[in-house]
Every structure is written in structure tokens, then in C-alpha cells.
């Protein structure tokens, strides 16, 4: 079942604008991951934030983990055309028991307008 | 990290033939996994591959089905069985290092006709 639901689906931006994704689950979680697919290629890791962390930055990416509200957020800033991919959250219960399954949710489709 | 590699990168197969997919790792992991991507989906579970023993698979997913072998701990493959049209989606294997993260590889894209 999926555990994520993000928002919004599908978001189109100009080149040098931010663009904030958004990620909501359901159960307590151990961590929560941020992946990038380009053109249903394979996925890319992007960043990965415990839950016990509540902001990560790597780069021109920002991500917030909020466990109260369960929900997680990605900031890229300044965007460019090469961001242009599916961006999906993936969440790994906290009653997995460290076996590394992941939940994903239905991904943002970005496109950054150049 | 890790470095993974897919073969094949894609096929077109007939309906009730079988394919395997291969998935290699650059070092030695102990969790690999398959997942399924649907045509304009997200991610599905498929089974997590263990080096040794049987795969565990999740609900909706069978053995008879994936067979999936892992003989050891850089290697594994995953067989689509009596393959129909609703089997055609991308099949992705991932490892899972140290530090929790989770690598995957660049999957297989298949479709049956």
C-alpha cells in the first residue's frame, strides 16, 4: 500500500525559480528519503533525513521533516532545466525493524522552463 | 554508495513467455531488492532478495510468479513468469547500504505484447 501521498502532482516553473515539493505519510517512520527519475529511468538518492532530524540541507536541496504533522518537504533552489524529472518521497516504517523497506509516494512531476 | 547495473535495460516480450532480469552490485550488500513501476506510477514492493534462502515476498506478489535467486551478495535476478500485458512496467533492483540509504539501479523497462 502507499504510504506517501505528495503534492502538488505535477508543478512547471521558469528557470532560477524555487520549487517546494511536499510529502505526507501515515505511520511513524525510521527515515525518509527524497529520489529524483529522470524520464522513468532509474532513481537517483537525493538526501535522506532521520527522524529525529527535522532539516537536511546537500547542495541547492533543502529538506524539513516534520514527524508531529507527518509530512516532509524538498526545496530546490534555483532550479534549472536539468531538474526537470519525478521527484518521490520514500518512507521506511519505524515497525520495519531495520529490514530497508521502503513505502514511496506517488511523486511530483516537475518541469523547469528554460 | 553503490554502483548497480540492470540487464537486460529493456525488452518486448510475448504474452506466456518468461524473462530474467539481472542485477549486479559493485561490493557486497546484504539487502537487495525488487521493485515494480507501473506506467505512470510510483514504486511497488516486490520482494526483498536474500542472500541464501527463499525471497520474502510482499502481499499481491508470489514465488510462482517472481521466482528471484540471490547466490550471493553482489548478484540476483528476478523472473517475470507467463508474462501478460499488465506485467509490462520497469523493474528496478536496489540495494540498501550503510547509513540507511538506499541505492537503486536503472532499471529494466519491459513491455508484453
Known amino acids: 500500500s502507499q504510504q506517501g501521498e505528495e503534492d502538488p502532482q505535477a508543478l512547471s516553473i521558469q528557470e532560477g525559480e524555487n520549487a517546494t515539493m511536499n510529502c505526507s505519510y501515515k505511520?511513524?517512520?525510521?527515515?525518509l528519503q527524497w529520489y529524483r527519475q529522470n524520464s522513468g529511468r532509474g532513481l537517483v538518492h537525493l538526501i535522506l533525513i532521520r527522524s529525529n532530524e527535522r532539516e537536511k540541507h546537500s547542495g541547492r536541496l533543502r529538506v524539513t521533516l516534520d514527524t508531529s504533522k507527518k509530512s516532509s518537504s524538498l526545496l530546490i533552489t534555483a532550479s534549472r532545466a536539468a531538474d526537470t524529472a519525478s521527484y518521490f518521497c520514500?518512507?521506511?516504517?519505524?515497525?520495519?525493524?531495520?529490514?530497508?523497506?521502503?513505502?514511496f509516494g506517488q511523486g511530483t512531476t516537475l518541469q523547469v522552463k528554460p | 554508495s553503490a554502483v548497480i547495473s540492470q540487464k537486460p535495460s529493456r525488452d518486448i516480450c510475448q504474452r506466456g513467455t518468461s524473462l530474467t532480469i539481472q542485477c549486479q552490485v559493485d561490493s557486497q550488500v546484504t539487502m537487495m531488492f525488487w521493485y515494480r513501476q507501473q506506467p505512470g506510477q510510483s514504486l511497488t514492493l516486490i520482494a526483498t532478495a536474500n542472500q541464501g534462502s527463499e525471497a520474502t515476498y510482499e502481499s499481491g506478489f508470489v514465488i510462482d510468479k517472481f521466482p528471484i535467486s540471490r547466490p550471493n551478495l553482489t548478484f540476483s535476478t528476478l523472473t517475470v513468469s507467463n508474462m501478460s500485458p499488465e506485467d509490462s512496467s520497469i523493474y528496478l533492483c536496489s540495494v540498501w547500504v550503510a547509513d540507511m540509504e538506499q541505492y537503486f539501479g536503472p532499471g529494466t523497462r519491459l513491455t508484453v505484447t
Open positions: 520514500a518512507t521506511e516504517p519505524q515497525g520495519s525493524s531495520n529490514t530497508g523497506k521502503l513505502i
Open positions: 505511520t511513524s517512520i525510521n527515515n
